[in-house]
């Protein structure tokens, strides 16, 4: 992806900030590290894989409701796999 980004005031002083105590050597290392922060904050990357997982999950039951997929026994699982639960 790629963007022109124009900051100002208080936005534009934290990335001089960043440059000029050595956390980041250019504007772009600087927001680049802003944004792994914001997701060190808020999981961000965790929740978006969290809603890709229950999407997965209810195209699973919806799959089975239809008749589309089946479910397994323990034993069938047990069986097919070689694991034992």
Do not use: C, W
Not at 62 to 76: C, D, F, I, T, Y
Request: aromatic letters at 2%.
């Amino acid at each position: 992806m790629n963007m022109n980004v124009k900051l100002h005031g208080i936005p534009e002083q934290i990335v001089d900030g960043a440059i000029k105590s050595g956390l980041a050597k250019t504007k772009t290392d600087a927001l680049l590290l802003g944004l792994v922060e914001l997701d060190n904050r808020y999981s961000l990357l965790e929740r978006l894989e969290d809603l890709e997982d229950v999407a997965e999950i209810r195209a699973a039951a919806r799959n089975v409701a239809s008749g589309k997929e089946r479910l397994l026994s323990q034993k069938e699982f047990e069986k097919r796999t070689g694991i034992k639960l």
